[in-house]
T-cell receptor
Framework: EDQVTQSPEALRLQEGESSSLNCSYT??????LFWYRQDPGKGPEFLFT???AGEEKEKERLKATLTKKESFLHITAPKPEDSATYLC?????????????FGQGTRLTINP | NAGVTQTPKFRVLKTGQSMTLLCAQD?????MYWYRQDPGMGLRLIHY???????AKGEVPDGYNVSRLKKQNFLLGLESAAPSQTSVYFC????????????FGPGTRLTVL
């Protein structure tokens, strides 16, 4: 069964304390992996798309990497404004087409 | 550009009432989607559209109907609301198919009493 699992569910860090979020997937024929950021009371905001194993993308303090089984979102020297829920998603086959399946998310809190 | 907008932002309904949620996008995207987000369940696809005049069922379509009469608008209707439909509803759009990133609206928080 196609699945997307994120860990940990919640992560609390001190400002400047680097860490990584994990997104593991069991999908045959990966057609992309997406990372989103969601602030409380708002819609998800697109961050990155990764298409092939070994690919990396960066944006400010965030770097996303992809292997054949999982993706990591590395956060370097985070600031309180990086606090949010981070979602990953992959397209899977659905009724002859595709749909985007989201993980449950990792709720990240950065304390000043 | 406003991106993806949703109206209303909040709504409270009584069981059995009906309502329509409106989604509009100004990015000339072909694909549009309606999701619901519930605690512990993540985002789940309700219905989607691959172009003007088309609609298709997602994974949780029961109790909802949709229409896409104009390319920029995607409407989600609840004919007879039930407490199980209490949720936060998000509309999204993408240029083409699921290999393209989706852009989300701000959401509608719906409570059904």
């Amino acid at each position: 069964e196609d699945q997307v699992t994120q860990s940990p569910e919640a992560l609390r860090l001190q400002e400047g304390e680097s860490s990584s979020l994990n997104c593991s997937y069991t999908v045959s024929g990966l057609r992309g992996l997406f990372w989103y950021r969601q602030d409380p009371g708002k819609g998800p905001e697109f961050l990155f798309t990764l298409y092939s194993a070994g690919e990396e993308k960066e944006k400010e303090r965030l770097k996303a990497t992809l292997t054949k089984k999982e993706s990591f979102l590395h956060i370097t020297a985070p600031k309180p404004e990086d606090s949010a829920t981070y979602l990953c998603a992959v397209p899977i086959a659905f009724q002859g087409a595709q749909k985007l399946v989201f993980g449950q998310g990792t709720r990240l809190t950065i304390n000043p | 550009n406003a991106g993806v907008t949703q109206t209303p932002k909040f709504r409270v309904l009584k069981t059995g009432q009906s309502m329509t949620l409106l989604c509009a996008q100004d990015m000339n995207h072909e694909y549009m989607y309606w999701y619901r987000q519930d605690p512990g369940m993540g985002l789940r696809l309700i219905h989607y559209s691959v172009g003007e005049g088309t609609t298709a069922k997602g994974e949780v379509p029961d109790g909802y109907n949709v229409s896409r009469l104009k390319k920029q608008n995607f409407l989600l209707g609840l004919e007879s609301a039930a407490p199980s439909q209490t949720s936060v509803y998000f509309c999204a759009s993408s240029y083409r198919d699921y290999t393209n990133e989706q852009f989300f609206g701000p959401g509608t928080r719906l409570t059904v009493l």
